[in-house]
């Protein structure tokens, strides 16, 4: 890597300091720095970095302004320039999905309390329903008294099984999305056979992935005339697989398309949905798993799979 810095900086210098250069030489060695731009991201899928490409650009413009003996000095600069630009704006797409992965974990961070606090209100709930139950078969009522046991386990259930064997981070986003679920009158249906925490991720990307899932499934649902999200996980052969599939109202082909393409998005209130596609799609492909979708009949179908294996090196 460093060797090819050197390469480019040593034909750009030779360009500079070396005027009397025949003109096939100067073609050569103007056409070996335009090429190892391309050359670079096509190798290693990226661009050099900002501090050498810098460089570049500016003995281009030395270059340019003491006019060395042919237009390629004018095109070096001008692709220089355009790479440098790209860099740029590829810096600050990374920003912008670094600050609102860091900042939406914060705001769900201090929800973590939420949770915990209703289940103690259920404890102390649990007094209460124990006194009702005592009272009943005192008096002879055990058919009331097996009702009533009966609805409050079901009560209880519906409450617990998606948070059993969660990490208090995970249990916090899942519960408060149950939450927006029942306000907005979504039926949500949980079925984890493997808790969400033991996804192949850092914590912090567990959240943001379930997080952004989770958001965009009720957005949908919300706006649909089903209602409807399903969560289901599972591991299978070392594979995490996770699917989150949710009513929507109608899809355009050309949004079906794009639905997990960085920022494109065709209509100015679906650019925080663009957003939240675009974070889940890069989580994905930083941990080496797999992203499918269909969408049928109203219904988008998410399948996300990771390997275990490769990524619980980085899930530290």
């Known amino acids: 890597m460093k060797l090819f810095y050197t390469l480019v900086l040593l034909t750009v210098f030779v360009l500079l300091f070396f005027k009397d250069l025949?003109?096939?030489?100067?073609?050569?060695?103007?056409?070996?720095?335009?090429?190892?731009?391309?050359?670079?991201?096509?190798?290693?899928?990226?661009?050099?970095?900002l501090t050498i490409k810098k460089a570049i650009v500016?003995?281009?413009?030395?270059?340019?302004l003491?006019?060395?003996?042919?237009?390629?000095?004018?095109?070096?600069?001008?692709?220089?320039?355009?790479?440098?630009?790209?860099?740029?704006?590829s810096s600050y797409q990374q920003y912008i999905f670094v600050t609102n992965r860091e900042s939406s974990a914060s705001r769900e961070i201090q929800k973590n309390n939420e949770l915990f606090q209703a289940l103690r209100a259920e404890r102390h709930?649990?007094?209460?329903?124990?006194?009702?139950?005592?009272?009943?078969?005192?008096?002879?009522?055990?058919?009331?008294?097996?009702?009533?046991?009966?609805?409050?386990?079901?009560?209880?259930?519906?409450?617990?099984?998606?948070i059993q064997g969660e990490h208090s981070h995970v249990a916090s986003v899942v519960h408060q999305s149950k939450n927006q679920a029942h306000t907005w009158g979504i039926h949500m249906n949980v079925q984890l056979n493997s808790p969400l925490s033991q996804l192949p991720l850092?914590?912090?990307?567990?959240?943001?992935?379930?997080?952004?899932?989770?958001?965009n499934a009720l957005e949908a649902a919300h706006s649909s005339e089903k209602k409807e999200i399903t969560v289901s996980s599972m591991i299978r052969s070392g594979i995490y697989i996770l699917e989150v599939?949710?009513?929507?109202?109608?899809?355009?082909?050309?949004?079906?398309?794009?639905?997990?393409?960085?920022?494109?998005?065709?209509?100015?209130?679906?650019?925080?949905?663009?957003?939240?596609?675009?974070?889940i799609s890069e989580l994905v492909s930083n941990y080496h798993g797999r992203l499918e979708y269909t969408y049928n009949d109203l219904t988008l179908s998410i399948k996300i799979k990771f390997p275990i294996v490769v990524s619980s090196k980085q899930a530290t």
């Open 125 to 162: 709930d649990f007094i209460k329903h124990v006194s009702a139950v005592s009272y009943l078969l005192e008096t002879n009522q055990r058919q009331q008294a097996q009702e009533y046991i009966q609805d409050y386990v079901e009560a209880l259930n519906d409450t617990h099984s998606y």
């Open 245 to 279: 599939s949710n009513s929507t109202a109608p899809l355009s082909r050309e949004r079906q398309d794009h639905l997990f393409t960085s920022f494109h998005v065709t209509e100015k209130k679906e650019r925080h949905e663009g957003l939240g596609t675009w974070i």
């Open 22 to 49: 025949p003109v096939s030489l100067h073609l050569l060695l103007s056409s070996f720095i335009i090429g190892s731009f391309f050359i670079w991201r096509k190798k290693y899928q990226t661009a050099p970095s």
């Open 66 to 89: 003491f006019s060395l003996s042919s237009p390629f000095s004018i095109a070096l600069t001008v692709i220089a320039m355009i790479g440098y630009m790209t860099d740029m704006f």
């Open 58 to 64: 500016l003995t281009s413009f030395f270059l340019l």
């Open 202 to 215: 850092k914590h912090l990307d567990q959240m943001n992935l379930i997080m952004n899932l989770l958001h």
